[in-house]
């Protein structure tokens, strides 16, 4: 007995939901995602198809087996928000992760190395390094005066 039914008195108005069936709807969307996962479309495509069968198969979980489907319309709506600001919130990297996806292919860039393009690189001369006393006489690094 519900605790809506042991307040008023009179028993829940809703009844069993059908378990069968549900898990058949999850096999089936289970399938078409295996289906959409194998077919050759392109990235965003399939990603996007993937997104919204998993989302039906979390509505439907959350409504059967959750018992969701005879709560009030407040539990529904303290729901529904979180799914809304999920759902903004992939759109709004949605054109951030798009652009991310094109840099993953080689573009074509000019060479800019001198021995690929057939010259004949010549190495720098070393750097001059002062004559001084200290360095002549003493191999060691200075020791700092405290």
Not at 12 to 19: L, T
Not at 65 to 92: D, N, Q, R
């Amino acid at each position: 007995m519900t605790t809506q039914a042991a307040i008023s008195g009179h028993p829940a108005e809703h009844s069993d939901p059908n378990y069968i069936a549900v898990f058949i709807y999850l096999s089936v969307l289970t399938a078409i995602e295996l289906g959409v996962y194998a077919m050759g479309l392109p990235q965003v495509a399939k990603v996007g198809l993937l997104i919204a069968l998993a989302w039906a198969k979390a509505v439907l979980v959350a409504m059967y087996f959750m018992h969701l489907a005879m709560e009030k319309k407040g539990l529904a709506i303290i729901a529904i928000i979180p799914v809304i600001l999920v759902t903004f919130l992939c759109f709004m990297l949605l054109p951030d992760l798009t652009t991310r996806m094109w840099t993953r292919f080689d573009h074509p860039r000019p060479v800019t190395n001198p021995a690929e393009m057939g010259a004949n690189p010549v190495a720098p001369p070393p750097p001059a390094i002062p004559n001084s006393q200290n360095n002549q006489n003493n191999n060691q690094a200075p020791i700092p005066q405290l």
